[in-house]
């Protein structure tokens, strides 16, 4: 998808070419195609004569967490929500869909929202890539990171409503190439001979209420998705260094026990191995549930 400039936008107000109801453009600028709210055609807005790229007879099936046109901050940035979108993939004959936000400001430009069951995603466009993957490539080492390639599948958009910067079709087919390091997910998209790279943060629910002034709760993620952080990376470092230096001291009053008991009636290193292992208790479980955490996380991967 293309990458627009930023300028200053002035609303377009229409009738649609298909059922007559109104339609308002909010980035004409920027806006190649509109999706119709009342009959779900959707429109060619690049030119004053609109033009009907795909018309469309059923109701609007769908309807997005974030209402179109409500503006909001995200992670400092004003944005406006112009589009919404759902994309499916098909692994192993199952359908899996999640959705995408158009969000948008005339000095930053486009930004993207992505929601999978309950779970979402905070991403731009980057030219940080400058290749497209390479066969059998595992890894992409980039800002300082390594992503580690998670998925490649062939996405199709199934919904669509709302204005795009680019022509929008259902059914449109895009080959999307996922690399994780959590927080963080690296995105390829390929389409028409065209690669683009967006880069990703996960946000928790209550962040994306919060920066539009939804109502309500958010729904409560299920499962764990690709680039969602462990819970336990934290507490986890934490745990080991409180275990090293309570171990650290143990060691060092056994060592001086003698001296203060010259006639010990129980072994000095029975006594530390003892007070270690029960020490070690803590660390270790969360180290365990850490794994299990990594382990569940990639059985969803192309490497499971």
């Given at each position: ?12 107000s ?9 339609v ?18 959707i429109l060619?807005?690049?030119?004053p ?31 406006e ?11 192993e004959?199952t359908d ?16 993207w929202?992505?929601?999978y ?18 066969a ?7 800002y300082g990171?390594s ?27 895009a ?9 963080y997910i690296?995105?390829?998209e ?9 880069l ?14 939804l ?14 952080p462990?819970?336990?990376?934290a ?6 260094g409180i ?8 060691a ?8 203060y ?5 129980t ?8 007070g270690?292992?029960?020490l070690?208790?803590?660390?270790a ?19 499971a």
């Amino acid at each position: 998808m293309p990458t627009p400039q930023p300028g200053s936008p002035q609303a377009r107000s229409f009738n649609c070419p298909h059922c007559g109801a109104p339609v308002n453009v909010l980035a004409p600028r920027h806006s190649q195609s509109i999706v119709c709210g009342a009959c779900g055609s959707i429109l060619d807005c690049r030119t004053p004569d609109v033009a009907l790229l795909e018309a469309y007879e059923k109701k609007v099936t769908s309807t997005p967490w974030i209402p179109l046109g409500r503006r909001g901050k995200m992670r400092g940035e004003l944005v406006e929500c112009l589009g919404y979108m759902h994309r499916t993939i098909t692994v192993e004959g199952t359908d899996y869909t999640w959705s995408e936000y158009v969000l948008w400001n005339p000095q930053i430009g486009y930004r993207w929202l992505t929601e999978y069951e309950g779970h979402w995603s905070y991403s731009k466009a980057t030219n940080a890539v400058s290749r497209a993957p390479i066969a059998g490539g595992t890894s992409i080492k980039v800002y300082g990171m390594s992503f580690r390639h998670f998925q490649t599948a062939t996405a199709r958009v199934t919904f669509v409503l709302g204005e795009f910067p680019w022509i929008v079709r259902r059914g449109s087919k895009a080959r999307c190439y996922d690399y994780v390091c959590p927080p963080y997910i690296l995105s390829g998209e390929e389409e028409d001979d065209e690669f683009n790279w967006s880069l990703g943060e996960y946000l928790e629910p209550y962040v994306v209420w919060k920066a539009f002034s939804l109502e309500g709760a958010p729904r409560t993620p299920v499962g764990i998705y690709l680039n969602q952080p462990s819970p336990y990376s934290a507490g986890l470092t934490r745990a080991w260094g409180i275990f090293a230096g309570f171990g650290c001291a143990t060691a060092a009053l056994t060592l001086a026990a003698p001296a203060y008991s010259p006639h010990p009636t129980t072994s000095p290193f029975c006594c530390t191995l003892s007070g270690l292992l029960l020490l070690a208790a803590w660390p270790a479980a969360m180290t365990a549930m850490s794994s299990s955490f990594e382990t569940r996380r990639w059985s969803e991967s192309d490497h499971a």
